[in-house]
């Protein structure tokens, strides 16, 4: 079962992280952006940069927080399975498994 | 899990993650500034692909409450139970990218207009389905409860949206872009931003259900698995 | 039908002999009432707002206060358990203890109304039967959603707190309803400008009473 999970935690996670640099990266204002907004002053477009990265990152965050939540429970799942598992093996029972 | 199962679910992340990037290429780098709001309309591709899912995931958690309650099958409460969980997860983000990207395009982080309002009362509800699902002690009496819970959410969300109209007067959008006619407003470039962003996201939405569905066909199997144990 | 005359005559009894939920509900809803008015002082701009916005949550307040305590007492009592044993139609079951509960909903209203009207020196409204009607309709739609879910909320480990969390999300429109046509009401404007309001009750009572009427049954199936 966590064969189907690990690709997409494994492929996603290292994205989000890289979604967070990007989006960092990107919302700050480029060089000319500044020179435009010493100008334009608070009529510059990239006046409200800030909020961008926020809710950019905010996604990132909550996307990164669920599918580590998922991958938690898998995890718990899996000892689970491997423990109750182990101490069926350990008692014989006779019973046929359906 | 056969060889077929996996290599979909291999492509289907794959093509998330090419979607996701797609996204962001387009949303900073192809697609220009918008005149009123300049940056801050960027936040803008992310939230109402947000928005979208969050009533997707409702729609689809609603419809499937309803077939369980019809049909008893464990598959459909699966579904709801999945649909809702990850659609919580997406109404959260728009709860907290539609302040962001209200604050600059109306002066204030929130409003209490019908679709804002509409989507807390909605996040309410979710909580609440998810509360239900934690403390009802046995597994059958909580699919049942939560089915129920579904389906009157469901058809109240519509009651509410129409009584929060009523309430505060039909006023028109303060922003150039509407939501509701979808494209309407919209020049061509941004529109399909706005539809590779969302379609990026439906396909999020519906490989998430798919591995929190998998995970509670795992956790039944432990469920079963533990009473079988206690039984010996 | 006799199963609904049987349970509803049972719980009016017992409450008439303990006198336990009007009671507890009616005090409770009078510190609510008084707390509301010293926090908000009265404004002289808008009475009849605050007024109906304070009288609504009391009466929420009271509400889901004696759904709690009504089905803690049928939990203690056992008889509803007994009585879903029974071959009788679940949906009787399910209106007699929705129309219990209204019923002392209801009269703990009778309190906080004049109350309201006391505290916030109100005028009598020019249509004051059109302002019970609101009460009734807007208590029904609580009530009877409110009965539904508590007995959902008993089956939990979290009971009386988790009442409040399913109920109040699903009763907006009833709030949002019921406290705009009792503002209307008690600012004298005509009744034009309130049946849409009332429109709005109606159709959410009705509505929610087939879906909690259907729903019951899944939720008492053992």
């Excluded at chain 2, 002066?107 to 207009?113: E, L, P």
Aim: hydrophobic fraction near 55%.
């Amino acid at each position: 079962m966590l064969d189907m999970l690990s690709p997409l935690l494994a492929y996603l996670s290292p994205l989000v992280a890289v979604g967070c640099a990007v989006g960092t990266a990107i919302a700050q204002p480029a060089a000319p952006g500044d020179t435009g907004a010493i100008l334009a002053g608070a009529a510059s477009p990239w006046r409200n940069a800030h909020f961008v990265l926020y809710a950019y990152g905010a996604v990132w965050v909550g996307l990164a927080l669920y599918l580590w939540r998922l991958a938690s429970l898998a995890r718990r799942l899996s000892r689970e399975i491997d423990r109750l598992e182990t101490s069926a093996e350990a008692v014989p029972t006779g019973c046929e498994e359906p | 899990m056969n060889g077929r199962t996996s290599r979909l679910w291999i492509a289907g992340t794959m093509l998330v993650i090419g979607g996701l990037v797609s996204s962001l290429y387009l949303i900073f780098i192809r697609t220009g500034l918008e005149e009123t709001l300049g940056f801050s309309q960027k936040i803008f591709y992310f939230h109402v692909p947000c928005a979208w899912v969050t009533y997707l995931a409702f729609a689809v958690s609603g419809i499937a409450s309803v077939a369980y309650l019809v049909r008893s099958s464990p598959r459909w409460d699966r579904i709801a139970h999945a649909s809702l969980e990850v659609g919580t997860v997406f109404t959260t983000l728009v709860l907290v990218t539609g302040p962001l990207w209200a604050k600059p395009a109306w002066g204030v982080y929130w409003v209490w207009d019908a679709r804002l309002t509409t989507t807390l009362i909605l996040w309410l509800i979710e909580i609440a389905y998810l509360l239900l699902r934690v403390f009802v002690e046995e597994p059958g009496k909580a699919a049942k409860y939560c089915a129920v819970m579904g389906l009157l959410g469901v058809i109240d969300l519509p009651i509410i949206h129409y009584s929060v109209v009523l309430w505060r007067g039909i006023h028109p959008d303060p922003v150039v872009i509407s939501r509701k006619g979808f494209g309407a407003g919209l020049p061509s470039e941004f529109l399909l931003t706005l539809m590779v962003s969302l379609a990026t996201f439906t396909l999020l939405y519906v490989m998430l259900v798919g591995v929190r569905y998998r995970l509670e066909v795992v956790r039944e199997r432990v469920n079963l698995l533990r009473q079988r144990a206690l039984e010996r | 039908m006799r199963v609904f005359w049987a349970i509803l005559w049972k719980d009016v009894r017992q409450e008439w002999r303990r006198r336990e939920l009007v009671v507890v509900m009616a005090v409770f809803s009078l510190v609510v009432l008084v707390m509301f008015s010293f926090a908000l002082g009265i404004r002289p701009d808008r009475p009849t707002e605050v007024a109906a916005a304070v009288m609504w949550i009391a009466i929420t307040f009271a509400g889901t206060l004696g759904l709690n305590r009504s089905l803690a007492l049928e939990r203690d009592d056992q008889c509803l358990r007994a009585l879903l044993l029974s071959p009788a139609d679940r949906s009787w079951i399910y209106l007699a203890k929705t129309v219990g509960n209204l019923l002392f909903l209801l009269i703990v209203e009778a309190v906080i109304v004049p109350l309201t009207f006391v505290l916030f020196n109100l005028d009598v409204p020019e249509h004051p039967g059109w302002v019970g009607f609101v009460c009734f309709l807007g208590s029904f739609g609580f009530v009877s959603v409110g009965t539904l879910l508590a007995g959902m909320a008993t089956a939990t480990r979290m009971r009386d707190w988790l009442l409040p969390l399913l109920l109040f999300p699903i009763q907006v429109p009833v709030l949002i309803s019921a406290v705009r046509a009792t503002a209307l009401l008690l600012a004298a404007r005509p009744l034009e400008d309130v049946s849409l309001w009332l429109a709005l009750l109606g159709a959410f009572d009705l509505v929610f009473l087939a879906l909690c009427i259907i729903a019951f049954e899944h939720v008492v199936e053992e």
